[in-house]
């Protein structure tokens, strides 16, 4: 039995898939389903032009509406251009960039790889060293044809930056994951090791040092308990204000 697409995935298709944000939504998938949950107008698109507001007018069987000058106006197709010389290589532009056509590392001049740019514009604002522009690639808007046939090879491309965002927040989790476990791990042993070591160590019984045979019968004997390290260190400390006071025979 065939089934249809959902309303919300053939009103996706007929956008430009710019991920430009400019209709208010976060990808043009979240504004499809807005449109298909009469949450959002069929207006708000500008990369999608006045072609692509009629399109989803006679998909919606609505009557056709100009595009709202509010979210943008309709013009030819465009492309991220980088000053070479400016960039310093941050990467902010390369993790706006929707479907990963900037091509740098950290610290190093970036590119845009123009066949893969939409022009979305989402470079820009991240950039701290205003070293993008925008030129346009052709005198005027695009056909209809011309806009979905751009549309899903950038569909595409979005859709594989997500997956590869996806993995890469998995295997961060992952790293974390594993990191708590070997941190409680390593505490959990510390914590065997500091109860065998306290088990381990030697009792006071009686006093550290042995004193007059005449005196130790008056002291009442202490409740054993282990000898601890200020114990230790101010048993250190007597030895030698002693050894100072009654220095060895020459």
Same mark, same amino acid.
């Given at each position: 039995?065939?089934?249809?697409p959902?309303?919300a995935v053939?009103?996706d298709?007929a956008l ?5 944000t400019?209709?208010?939504y976060? =990808? ?13 107008d069929?207006?708000r ?5 006045e072609?692509g507001?009629?399109?989803l ?9 100009a ?7 309709e013009?030819a197709?465009l492309? *991220?251009?980088?000053?070479e010389?400016v960039c310093?290589g ?6 706006a960039?929707?479907?990963d *056509? ?6 190093r001049?970036?590119?845009?790889? #123009? ?16 070293? @993008?522009?925008?030129v346009? =690639?052709?005198? #005027?808007p695009?056909?209809?044809?011309q806009v979905?046939?751009r *549309? ?11 997956v590869?965002?996806?993995?890469t927040?998995?295997g %961060? ?8 476990v070997?941190a409680?791990?390593a505490?959990?042993?510390?914590e %065997?090791?500091?109860g @065998?070591a ?13 004193e007059?045979a005449g005196?130790q019968e008056?002291?009442?004997?202490e409740?054993a %308990?282990?000898?601890?390290?200020s114990?230790v ?5 007597r030895? %030698?204000?002693?050894r100072?006071k009654?220095p060895?025979?020459?």
């Open positions: 039995m065939n089934v249809l959902s309303l053939r009103i298709a430009p898939q710019t991920q430009c400019r209709c208010g976060p =990808t043009c998938r979240a504004y499809a389903q807005a449109i298909a949950d009469g949450e959002a069929i207006d698109c500008p990369p999608g032009g072609a507001v009629a399109a007018a006679g998909l919606l069987g609505r009557a056709p509406k595009l709202n000058p509010d979210y943008g106006v013009q197709p492309v *991220a251009l980088i000053d010389d310093i941050c990467t902010k532009c390369i993790e960039c929707p479907v *056509a900037i091509v740098g590392a950290a610290k001049m970036h590119t845009i790889i #123009a066949s893969e740019c939409t022009g979305c514009e989402l470079c820009l604002p991240p950039c701290p060293v205003d070293c @993008i522009a925008l346009p =690639t052709a005198p #005027a695009l056909a209809r044809a979905l046939a *549309a899903a090879h950038a569909r595409a491309r979005f859709e594989a930056r997500e590869r965002l996806s993995r927040r998995e %961060k989790k992952r790293n974390v994951g594993a990191a708590l070997g409680a791990s505490a959990t042993d510390i %065997k090791s500091s @065998i306290a088990e381990a160590a030697p009792t006071q019984t009686a006093p550290a040092f042995a007059p005196h008056d002291r009442p004997a409740t %308990k282990p000898i601890t390290r114990a260190l101010e048993a250190i400390a030895g %030698k204000a002693r100072h009654d060895p025979p020459r």
